[in-house]
């Protein structure tokens, strides 16, 4: 079976554009999050989505936000994109999102805004 | 908040060797899940070992095992018999059940032949 697959893999934006960045999750996981990882840091959780509701949020401002469709793939938007927003975003599927439940990592997008 | 600290910005451990890695966390909470995942350079983050808070027993994973210390909010990583593979960078992650994970800054593991 696949894993969870991102796209694009890179991405170079300017300040002010705007991105969005796509995620499928494993076959049968319903639940996918998306995480902000700076160089040099561990990941900073962004959202997660569950059945194409919102689960949580972390803190992140309103430039972000995200969706998930009815084939449980997901979509994350950052609008007014500021230097600081480079960074790797990760996103990680689960079966149904519980506490419990083992996350599986994409590859990632290495978003770099200049 | 919670808050997950990897005090060992790097570690190195001669192959074969055993290395811990060490992970503190900080919680109010009883209930909560515990994770050690592992970056390889290539960057997909893959999962070594989970521990369930109401589990007094530690959790193993062949060569990977933890020590869970819950009173003292302690998760450290053993990996005996190191491989070559095993060079990564690894992150202590905790769980609760308001759903959002935390990581800590990571650990750099070098693996000496």
């Known amino acids: 079976d696949a894993g969870v697959t991102q796209s694009p893999t890179h991405l170079i934006k300017t300040r002010g554009q705007h991105v969005t960045l796509r995620c499928s999750p494993i076959?049968?996981?319903?639940?996918v999050s998306w995480y902000q990882q700076v160089l040099g840091q561990g990941p900073q959780f962004i959202f997660q989505?569950?059945?194409?509701?919102?689960?949580g949020r972390g803190n992140f401002p309103d430039r972000f936000s995200a969706r998930q469709f009815p084939n449980y793939s997901s979509e994350l938007n950052v609008n007014a994109l500021l230097l600081g927003d480079s960074a790797l975003y990760l996103c990680?599927?689960?079966?149904?999102?519980?506490?419990?439940?083992?996350?599986?990592f994409g590859p990632g997008t290495r978003l770099t805004v200049l | 908040a919670q808050t997950v600290t990897q005090s060992q910005p790097e570690m190195s451990v001669q192959e074969a060797e055993t290395v811990t890695l060490s992970c503190t966390y900080d919680?109010?909470?009883?209930?909560?899940?515990l994770f050690w995942y592992k970056q390889p350079p290539s960057r997909q983050m893959i999962l070594v070992i989970r521990?369930?808070?109401?589990?007094?027993q530690n959790a193993t994973e062949n060569r990977f095992s933890v020590n869970f210390q819950k009173a003292a909010k302690s998760f450290s990583l053993k990996i005996s018999d190191s491989q070559l593979g095993d060079a990564a960078m690894y992150f202590c992650?905790?769980?609760?059940?308001?759903?959002?994970?935390?990581f800590g800054t990571g650990t750099s593991l070098t693996v000496i032949p």
């Open positions: 990680a599927s689960s079966f149904r999102g519980r506490t419990g439940d083992t996350q599986y």
């Open positions: 076959s049968g996981h319903k639940s």
């Open positions: 989505y569950y059945e194409k509701e919102e689960r």
């Open positions: 919680t109010s909470e009883s209930d909560y899940y």
């Open positions: 521990q369930e808070a109401y589990k007094q």
């Open positions: 992650a905790y769980r609760s059940a308001l759903v959002q994970f935390y």
